[in-house]
Every structure is written in C-alpha cells, then in structure tokens.
C-alpha cells in the first residue's frame, strides 16, 4: 500500500520556494513606530506588490482577478508568510471574508467593480454585523433599510466594527422587512463608507487600542445594484460571510514568534532559570502538545480541503482550541514569568509584548463568534444535536425584545 | 507529511470495522472477559486472516508489508470497539522488538508465526510500577555452558499469562540485553493480575533460573526506544478509537434522552460538553495521524511524535470516557451499560505505557527543554 502523497500538502515545492524568495526580498519589515497614516501607506504599497507579483487572491477565480490556484499553494503561501510580520492587517476583512462573499453571492458588475481594487490594497473593507444589542444574536439586528426609489436609505448603528477607522467599503446587514421572522427580513448591502451620513468613531478595546469602532448611519443612500445578494437573504449572505470568517481566523497562522507560543516561552523559562523546574517543565510539554495538536489539525483539515473535503463546521473546532490555547500559554507565561509578568523594566520590550498578547487574548473567545457559539455550532452542525427551543424564530421582528432593551409595545 | 489516509486505508478500516462489528459486538466483548482467554480466538484467528496482525512485518517474513500508518487505523478500530484481543502485544511490542533488533534466525522463525496470529507474542520490560527501565532492571540473564538463564520478575506484561513468546529485557555482565523466553519454559511462573481494565490481559512473570535465548542487538537500549514510541504511536491511535465511539454512543444518547421536556443533547452544559470531547478528537486523530506518518517517514522526528501523540490523547482519551459516564447519567454508572467498559479502558491506557507526567516529562527532554 501507498500511503505518502506528498502532493497534498506541497503540490510544488518550486511554487513555494518561490514565495519564500519573493518574501526575503520584498517583505518590509516591522512597521512599528510609524505613525499610522504611513503605516497604511505601506501596507498598501505592499498589498500592491504582492497582487503584481501574482501572490494577492490565490484561490479566487482568474475571472475576477485572483490566481484559480489551490488550497495547497495558498497554505504554502501562509506557512511561508508566517515566517514574517507582514503589514496585511488592514486587508484582513476584506480579503478574509467580505472578498470571497462577493466572489460567492456578488453580481458581475460586483465582482467587476469591488474585487480588482480590494486585491490591489487600493479599497479597504470592513464588515458591519453586530450592534449593541445584536451580539452573538446577530439577526436581532436592528439598523433598517427602506427602499425609496431607486436607492435604499439606511438608518442605524454597528459596533467593534474592525477597520472601520479606514474602510472605503463595508458590507452592512440591515433589516428591511421587521414584519417578518428575524433571520427572513434581512438584506445585505455593499455600503460606500464616505457617504454622506456615515459617522466612524473609534472604540477603545482593552488593550488600550483603537483597531475597532462604532458607525452610524444617517439616512445613507445605498443604490439598489449594491445588494449583495438576495433582498431578503442576508441571513444566507451573512452566513456566507461567517463561514469565510471562521476559517479566515481558525486557519490564520500567527507569526511564529508570538510571546504566548511555546517556542517564546520556553526562551523565556532559559531566561529566567526556571526551565529545570519539573512544573515548568510539566506545563511547557502540555503547552507544546496542545499547540503542536492544533497545528497539526490546520494542516490536515488544509490537506483535506486540498483533497475536496472543504472545513464546513470544523473552523469552529479551529477557531475555539486557537482561543483556547490562549488562555492555557497565558497560565504558563505567569508560572514561567511570574512578576516579571506584571511589572517590567520600561526599556524591556518583551514585557510590552507579554503584555498586550495577555489583554488582547480575551478578544480571541469573542471575536468572530463567541466560544459559546463555537461550541453549539460543533454541537449542533457537526454531532447534529439539537438546537436549544427557540421562541423567536417565527415570531414577526418588530414584536420581539431583543438584546437588553425592553419589547416594543406592540403586541 | 500526509494526514490524510487514501482509499486503500479507508478500505481497510472499514473491514476492520465491519468484521469487529459481526463478530466481536459488545455482548461478545464482555461474554470472553471473565474465562480464558480473556479474547475471542475466533476474533482473533478472524483478525489474522484480514492480514492485520502482520501489517508492518515485511512479506517475505510472512506480513503485509505495509506500515504503521494501516496499523494505527485497526489500532483504532480495536480501541472503538473495545476488542479484547493481545493485539498491542504481539502485533505491535513483540514484533516491532524483533524487528528493531538484530537477530535474523529469530526473526525468520518467529515473525511469520506472530504474523499469522498463530503465535501470541508479548515484551516484558516494565518491574513493579510500570515504567520501562532501560537498562534491564532487576531481572538478571547468566551464563553458564553457553546456555542463559534469566532470573528476577517482570510486571505488568501485557498478555502475559498467555502469550507463547515473552521477549525479555534483562541486565548481562556486559548491559542489557534482550532475550527470547518460551512461555510454556521450566522456571517460569505466569500469575493473572486484577486489572482495573478488564479487557486488557496483564500478568506478573517469574523467572526463576528460566532457560533463554539471547537475542542479537547491537544496541538493546535504544531498541526499546524504538519499540516504546511505536507501541504510543499505537496505544495512541486505540485511545482515540476509543473516543470516537465514545462520543457517538454519548452524542446518541443525548439525543434520545428527555428530562424536564427537551433532549438533554440541546441544553449547552451537554452540547458543549459534547462538543469540547469532539474538539479533542479532532486533535488527537491529527496527532496520531501525524505520528503513525513519521514511524513511517521520519525516523528523526518519532521520538517527538510519540511522545506527544501519548501526551495528548491518553488525558483527552480518559476525558472523553468520563463524559461519556457523566452524561449518561444514572445509567452511565450501571454495570450494564458499557459506559463503565470505556473508563476503565481509557484510565488504563493512559497509565499503560507510563503516566501522562513522564510523557510530558519525555516531550520536554525531547524538545530540548
């Protein structure tokens, strides 16, 4: 028996030792320390170089300006990226999940107008989901778009809107039937965020940091071709999205050397002296295992998706051991750490670093979906348990409570 | 490195799965546990007609030629059903002992037999505590006239009571050594333990001026090496078996199962219970997968490989049996469900090859810590 094909993972190894030499030559480096409008100017330049060089979109369709490759070159694309810090933030979203949602459910005129500039870094995205009151519970979203003419006029708020600070586009679900079921009165629409009435006001998270925002829309005109999808089907079009989400997240390789992985905070046991520790020693190994688990896991389920079985559901499993795992390096870093972990020289680095990877953790069980959802998502779509009663599902929107906020009185 | 199993893989775990599921369901598994035995001799003369219990012996000694990546997979199906069978002693330990040693004639005469299944073949390292002493232990090998003799006494051995060839680690003058040992030898006392897993066979041997034939290695130590990581690779793929079928019979239950008007299946504290024991089988079948590629490949990279494949999935394996017990409920905790069979496999198979600490404490030395 035959057992080795080593084609599903490196289809061509030329293929990626190509990827590897274009790298060490045009990856720019670290960006921090620039003020932010440079570091966009940069990232944007490179997001261009990467697009010239035939390396932007590398399983999107040719049609559409992508590269028609497999999920093998665009895995030997990402373990070759990994390897470096490279300044694809600001695409993330749109590159991630609002790109191949268009490329799923746009129009041609769509995917001709949007997808060429996004893969060229000249547009940013974002995503406009969840409000204060529709978390988790994203179709109890309340922003409305009414159908005036030949445009829709869209009134609301969004929040923790990653990007949004320099987003040229987004993609907005809105309700636009409140006299149907929740999930059934929604449309999705590629709204122009420099449109008139299109506020953007940073959000602080708890690192201190501004990557997401709260938006508002005030009478915002959006033109009817800029449905993206079905009239009524944005359920369908956000699932669309959040499938390409949880894979864009779960399957994200972090750059090798964050301070929360096994390989920084072994060092960091050498460093202090405590590597002969057996406790250390005993964690570090379940730390190692736990990681080297997960990582194995991406692989198979990239080698099987190369193979035509697709992630479906499992990105869930990826995305909720990736939060997971977090929290287990953060209890080592203090075993290994211990106050150097809460109090540090001002010019030690690493400290900062520790720091930020211990407050940004917590975003990673909520962003995206939170463990919770993660969790009845495998439960109920992968082991086919059932759904928890749900009392509002075919109950007519506008007489539903939703989020923290009291029904309306109309019942 | 390749995580995906082809056709001829899946093939072969499907009829595997399809001859454990005819002849050796849960009502068969637990008929043989109490007598001798303690297997289904026609489970497992049926297992050796399939070919599986020579997979990784090379043909021209009588095997399948094939490797550890077809082994793991009836490793797996052994473990999902619970199959009382010496397959992790003589298909793995005994075989992969005289293949990592350097003893041609006893290769030739005894893997064709342990191939066939017509010989059940065991390894006897471990002395009172149960993790494996390279240099022999306490059990000593003399010679007078040319002839050895083996003294001292070896537990637990896996199939240890029945098992017609033992393969013993003893201490020389001159080192370790390996020794093959007739199970039916003058001197040797063979003693049934109590097992806290009552499909796993496990004895105490006692050799007392045992006869026994020294078997070529140039180095016997790191042929236990060898012998121990392919024996994880192995236990490892059992223990995930296990938590496959684990969680379906949970899963089916859960399902089936109203209390206070719904299925217990929908309340979260299950779902997610349930959905977290999946999460850790979608590792585990990685790292097995993962492990079984490099037993097969790369030699270099096994040690790491086999120790993590042990360090993940025993803990994970014993989780996933728990909560196979816990959800069950009352019924889980009843002798005739066969939720209590799958804890005391999986508490004993993540003790069997050393505690979960010394694998951790393996991984760390093997990563340089």
Known sequence: MTVVDETQETPTPEYRRAVRAWLAAHA?????????????????????????????????????????????EQQAFSDEAAEHELPLYPFMIGMGMCGPTVVDLGTDAQRDRYLRPLL????????????????????????RAVLDG?????????????????????????RT?????????????????????????????MTGRSPFNEVYFDDVEIPVENVLGEIGGGWHAAVTMLGHERVSIGSARRPRRS???????????????????????DRLAELYAHERALALLNSRIRQETAAGRPPGARGSVLKLAGALQLRR?????????????????????????????????????????????????????ILGLPKEPQVDRDVPFRELAVGTQRREGTR | MTLVPDSEVEELRAAVRRFLGDKAPSERVRAVLDGDPGHDPAVWSGLAAQGVLGLVVPEELGGGGAGHVERAVVAEELGRALTPAPFLASAVLATDALLALDDEPARAEFLPRLATGELVGTVAVAECGGEWDRTGGRTTATAADGRWELTGVKTPVLAGDTAGLVLVLARTADGPGW????????????ERLSTLDPTRRLAALRFDATPARHLASADPAAALGTVADLAAVALAAEQTGLMQRALELTVEYATLRVQFGRPIGSYQAVKHGCADVYSAWEHAVSVVRHAAWAADHDRAELPVAAALAQTYTGPAAFTAATAMVQYHGGVGYTWEH????????????????????????????RLGL
């Not at chain 1, 570091?39 to 697009?51: I, K, N, V």
């Not at chain 1, 949004?164 to 809105?174: K, N, T």
């Not at chain 1, 149907?180 to 420099?194: C, E, N, Q, S, Y």
């Not at chain 2, 069997?352 to 760390?364: I, K, T």
């Open chain 2, 179 to 190: 020794f093959a040992v007739d199970g039916a030898a003058p001197g040797l006392t063979r």
């Open chain 2, 338 to 365: 066969d939720a209590h069979l799958f804890y005391k496999r999986a508490k004993s198979a993540e003790q069997l090859l050393g505690s979960p600490a010394g694998h951790r404490a393996r991984l760390a030395e």
């Open chain 1, 259 to 281: 301070p929360l992985e096994f390989t920084s905070l072994a060092e960091r046991a050498r460093a202090a002296g405590v590597d002969t520790d057996p406790v250390v020693r």
């Open chain 1, 177 to 205: 039937d409140p006299d149907r079921p929740k999930h059934a009165g929604l449309t999705m629409f590629i709204v122009d965020m420099h449109a008139p009435g299109v506020t953007v006001r940073p959000l602080k998270d």
């Open chain 1, 28 to 72: 720019p480096g670290s960006l921090a320390g620039l003020p932010a409008d440079e570091q966009l100017r940069r990232s944007r330049e490179f997001q261009a170089a990467l697009y010239d060089a035939g390396y932007a979109g590398i399983t999107w369709p040719e049609s559409v300006g992508g590269q028609g490759l497999g999920q093998a």
């Open chain 1, 329 to 381: 390096a953060i209890e080592v870093a203090g075993l290994v750490s211990g106050a150097d972990a809460i109090a540090w020289d001002p010019s030690d680095t690493s400290g900062d670093e520790l720091a930020l990877a211990i407050n940004a953790a917590p975003s990673s069980s909520i962003a995206g979906g939170t463990n919770e959802v993660q969790r009845n998502i495998i439960g109920e779509r």
């Open chain 1, 120 to 143: 060229r870094g000249e547009e940013i995205w974002c995503q406009l989901f969840s409000e204060p009151g529709a978390g988790s519970d994203v179709a109890s979203l309340q922003s």
């Open chain 1, 150 to 174: 030949d445009r829709w006029i869209l009134n609301g708020q969004k929040v923790w809107t990653t990007n949004a600070q320099f987003a040229d586009f987004g993609a907005v679900l809105a």
